[in-house]
């Protein structure tokens, strides 16, 4: 699994062959650095280390007078891996904001039919263990601390459930409105 940062990293790179400049310009442009926090240096040793563990490829391109820049795309293997790293911070049931947005933001990079059912999936999962942390409210012997914990926890699921079914929705209805498009034509 990609550390958060690899997969910023090779999820912009995945969108677009980028060199480690225009990923500064886009992290500080797209204010991922608010939710993700990415030091300068750390862009450039990350590119190394994914380009060593065969993940990245570079290729020099030069403008004009410009300085040759190494511009970089995803390896076959590096797709591989930033998918397999995307699904499970779409699916991961740890209620961690950063891996979860990281999901939703790199989701494009998935098929639509591959994320609607990671998303089911967890959607499921979540109203699983609410069920289960709602049945252990009834526990008399609970103190008011842990009954709060609990309740803390039942109201981060639900939001979470909720956020993803209205993306499903949202999903499924713009699929719908494609498919409205196409049959026009």
């Given amino acids: 699994m ?8 090779m999820g ?19 204010k991922i650095r608010d939710w993700v926090p990415i030091a300068e240096s ?29 511009v970089y795309r995803l390896t ?25 947005n990281l999901g939703l933001y790199f989701m494009g990079l998935i098929k639509k ?3 609607s059912v990671i998303l089911n999936s967890k959607i499921s999962k979540l109203d699983e263990e609410t069920q289960t942390l709602k049945k252990q409210m009834d526990d ?12 803390h926890r039942i109201y981060l699921l ?3 459930a909720r956020t993803l079914r209205e993306l499903l929705e949202k999903m499924e209805k713009d699929a719908a409105g494609d498919e409205h498009h196409a049959t026009d034509v």
């Fill in 2 to 9: 990609l550390s958060k940062t690899n997969i910023v990293l």
């Fill in 12 to 30: 912009l790179i995945a969108q677009k062959p980028l060199n480690p400049y225009e990923i500064q310009h886009i992290l500080t442009k797209e």
């Fill in 42 to 70: 750390s862009v450039y040793a990350g590119i190394r280390s994914l380009h060593e563990k065969g993940y990245l490829q570079g290729q020099g391109q030069k403008e004009s007078n410009m300085p040759e820049k190494t």
């Fill in 76 to 100: 076959e293997d590096g797709s591989a891996v930033l998918q397999e790293s995307i699904e499970h911070s779409l699916s991961s049931m740890e209620l961690d904001l950063v891996s979860l």
């Fill in 113 to 115: 039919e591959r994320v």
């Fill in 140 to 151: 008399s012997s609970l103190t008011a601390i842990a009954k709060a914990m609990i309740k």
């Fill in 158 to 160: 639900f939001s979470e």
